[in-house]
């Protein structure tokens, strides 16, 4: 059966609202809808622009609501955990009072049943707001506005600026040759897998077959590999920082031709080699986990493979190949 790893990558930011938003947001914090007008019309949420005609619109901004009219809806039985609710609710577009379109909202309705075309529902303001949309937790049967909780106030600034988490969420399968190469490494030994058609060798184990040839590589085609090898290229990471980002000083990762072979390790962490220090040609040797505390994590691009940490200087003089830094896979 397949094994699959998990993994989530987000990219938190900030995002500056502008004058339109910004006091949308800012209303919002302080319990109140704004709407931009556009000619005759009452847009909510606010924009900057029409968006018929692109034309800019003059920040006209009117309150509306806080009650409207359900105009359509769909129930969501099973919410996740990216709704904003934790029970079955609605999601309803809901024209305000005074809006001349409808905004897209939660009810907390309790069931189906109780939600139709026409009904009036008016928000349930969160009791602590930052001048998000979330400041409206959901909207509720009637025309009577109300604060979930203790009402802590409004922030004493204008909301300026938004934080913003973009994440993604994937399953990748992870090859059985992938897991082999990780179990050699508990022994202090690198494996590739030789192609019987074309004799090139892959490593790491996350692509068990030859693109070449279209053949699948599997036990049969195992060879023991050299812990020995040459930098071709090198990279230099400054960390910016951010939400996760562990390291503080500038680190490498480098790519490591094996000796007697054409195999590249990409991305490979270095130890006892000073960022100052490194240059192509450098001899280095692979640096492993002890035997009795073996490593299991499954290679990521400039994560350790394993029980390989990564590759120290070997102390032998380098090799002066100008092809060296053709070598990058
Ligand atoms: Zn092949």
Known sequence: MTRFVESTITFPYKRSLGPVTGAFMTAL????????????????PPMEWDPATGAELTADLVEVGPAGT???????????????LDRPFAFAFIRLDGASVPLLHAVDAGSAAAVSEGMRVAPRWRGQRIGHITDIQCFVLGENAEVD?????????????????????????????????????REQRLIGLRCPACARVYVGGDRPYCPVDALELGPDSEVDLPSTGT???????????????????????????????EVVLTYQPVIDLPVGDIHV??????????????VDTFSGIGRPMGSLLGWTPSGEPDVNDPDLVNRIY
């Open 281 to 294: 040609g450098v001899r280095v040797a692979a640096v492993w986990a002890p035997k009795a505390a073996p």
């Open 149 to 185: 909780g203790p009402d802590a106030g409004s922030p004493a600034q204008p909301v300026e600026l938004m934080d913003y988490t973009a994440a993604v969420t994937y399953s990748t399968p992870v090859p059985v040759m992938a897991d082999r190469a990780v179990a050699a490494t």
């Open 231 to 261: 930098i071709t290229n090198f990279i230099v990471v400054e960390p910016v920082r951010y939400p996760g980002q562990t390291e503080t000083e500038p680190f490498a990762r480098v790519f490591v031709l094996l000796d007697d072979t």
């Open 70 to 84: 359900v105009e359509s809806w769909t129930w969501v039985p099973a919410p996740t955990e990216q709704h904003p």
């Open 29 to 44: 914090a302080e319990k109140r809808i704004l709407g931009v007008r556009s000619g005759a019309a009452v847009l909510v």
